[in-house]
């Protein structure tokens, strides 16, 4: 799934350019950031505002739903 979805989340950084910052963390190699966030599941797409998580999302989902999760947050 985190393969799958790995284009998708490349498309959204492009076009969320300069709104808001989107990265990829593999936690196998980061897994001190999946336990400090209580990741147990992949992928796991946190979004944050102000340096704070205010949603989650586990599990591949479309292009529009990251879009619209990403657009009312901003």
Excluded: H
Excluded at 8 to 25: D, H, M, R, S, T
Excluded at 45 to 62: C, D, H, P, R, T
Aim: net charge negative.
């Amino acid at each position: 799934p985190c393969r799958m979805i790995a284009p998708v989340i490349e498309e959204l950084a492009a076009e969320f350019e300069g709104k808001a910052n989107i990265c990829k963390v593999n936690t196998d190699e980061e897994q001190d950031i999946a336990v400090k966030y209580g990741i147990r599941s992949i992928p796991t797409i946190l979004f944050f505002k102000n340096g704070e998580v205010v949603e989650q999302m586990v599990g591949a989902a479309s292009k529009q739903a990251f879009a619209d999760k990403l657009n009312a947050l901003l």
